[in-house]
């Protein structure tokens, strides 16, 4: 089974990395920009993965708040 992870470098992004079981491909922002979806699809249509996990997160609350 072939694992996509997003957010690698998050919390739990990471814990999904360390799975064993998987073969896992973990990918975070300086891999694909997730504001161009298009690059995302395409990303998605080459790895060709049986499962994906969206862990990718904006954490930054008060930045969040003021946009």
Do not use: F
């Amino acid at each position: 089974m072939k694992l996509l992870v997003t957010g690698k470098n998050g919390h739990i992004g990471w814990e999904l990395t360390q799975l064993s079981c998987h073969w896992v491909i973990a990918l975070d922002r300086r891999d694909v920009d997730y504001s161009q979806p298009h690059r995302l699809r395409d990303v998605v249509r080459e790895v060709k993965a049986d499962v994906i996990i969206n862990a990718a997160a904006y954490t930054d609350a008060d930045r969040a708040e003021a946009s």
